[in-house]
């Protein structure tokens, strides 16, 4: 298995875990670009959310990121990006969620 993120869910690769549900886990991002970057990516693989079709599995990934939010006590705000594909930057072809936060965030964030 070459996928990091599906090593990480396997256990394979360490993380610092934020979040687990049914399909669902979130860990923080190994380069933070602010006090708190947590990515939240569906356990089973999905390439980019471009490829995401399951509905319940996109519902679980919104609230997801939301608890996040609040378990991380984000109270001022955050922004959550997708990158998707060649032209959104995506580096690691597992669909995550960043949740960034913890400072005031200029108007773009490249990662
Ligand atoms: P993206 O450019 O949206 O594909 O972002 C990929 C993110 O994954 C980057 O912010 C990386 O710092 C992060 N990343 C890569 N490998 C790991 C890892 N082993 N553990 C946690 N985060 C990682
Ligand atoms: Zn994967």
Same mark, same amino acid.
């Given at each position: ?14 993380? %610092? ?5 049914? &399909?669902?886990?979130?860990? &923080? ?35 997801? $990121? ?8 984000? %109270? +001022? ?23 960034? +936060?913890?400072? &005031?965030?200029?108007?773009?964030? $490249?990662?």
């Amino acid at each position: 298995m070459s996928c990091v993120f599906c090593r990480i869910v396997a256990g394979e690769l360490p993380s %610092t875990l934020v979040l687990e549900s049914e &399909r669902v886990l979130a860990f &923080r991002d190994i380069r933070p670009a602010a006090p708190v970057h947590v990515l939240v990516v569906p356990k089973a693989h999905v390439d980019s959310l471009f490829e995401l079709e399951d509905r319940e599995l996109a519902g679980e990934l919104l609230w997801a $990121a939301a608890e996040v939010a609040r378990r991380e006590q984000l %109270t +001022g705000g955050f922004r959550l990006i997708a990158n998707t594909r060649h032209d959104g930057g995506q580096e690691v072809g597992h669909l995550h969620l960043h949740v960034v +936060g913890g400072r &005031r965030l200029g108007p773009m964030l $490249a990662r």
